[in-house]
Structures are given as structure tokens and as C-alpha cells.
């Protein structure tokens, strides 16, 4: 947000607002291999266009297994991180014990 100086003339100043439109420009998975009957943790390494602040709590991401929703009923567990203010955030999937049920596309 820029504001004009104090100097102006209050009914003269104005307030300009630029909002940025954020998209992924890159995502990256891995590991992609398990062994049946250990947990498993997938990162998911997400590159936006525009920087974004510390908090992610505000961003939804949303964990898919061949098209449906992971769900915690289901053994997974979703949490994302970044570093200060950032492109690049990192989003795991915890999965409490591998199942073959559990092999597909994420």
C-alpha cells in the first residue's frame, strides 16, 4: 500500500492499494517409495508466484489420493510450513501406517 506524503492536503489524499495474484508455478513430491506396514511422510515442496507471509495457516492445501480427499479418519495427517516471507512452502502428508490400499497417484 502507498499513501501520499503529509504534506498533502487532507482531502486530497489517496490510498493505493496493488493486490497480487498468487498461483503455483511448481510442485514437487517425494519420497515415492514406502515400505507396507511403516509410516510414511510425503513432502510436497509448493512454489508460488509472489511471496506470502510467515503464517500459512490461511492457505488450504487439500491432499488427494487417485481423486478423493486424504482424510484423518483414514490414517493421514496434513501440515504445511514456511520460512518468513516466501515463495516456496513445503505442505507433508503423515501416514500413520502404509497400506498397499494406499498405493495410487497423490
Known sequence: IHQNPNSCIPQNHTVEITI??????????????????????????????????PDVSSLLVEWYHNNSISSSTLGYTVSSL????????????????????????Y
Not at 517409495?33 to 509472489?50: A, D, E, K, Q, S
Not at 514456511?82 to 497417484?105: D, M, P, R, Y
Open 20 to 53: 497480487k495474484d498468487t498461483f503455483v508455478e511448481d510442485i514437487t513430491i517425494f519420497p515415492t517409495n514406502f515400505i507396507i506396514g511403516t509410516p510414511g511422510i510425503l513432502m510436497c515442496g509448493i512454489v508460488l508466484n509472489t511471496e506470502i507471509c
Open 82 to 105: 514456511a520460512k518468513g516471507f516466501a515463495k516456496e512452502f513445503n505442505s507433508t502428508l503423515k501416514i500413520s501406517q502404509v497400506e498397499s490400499s494406499q498405493s495410487g497417484s
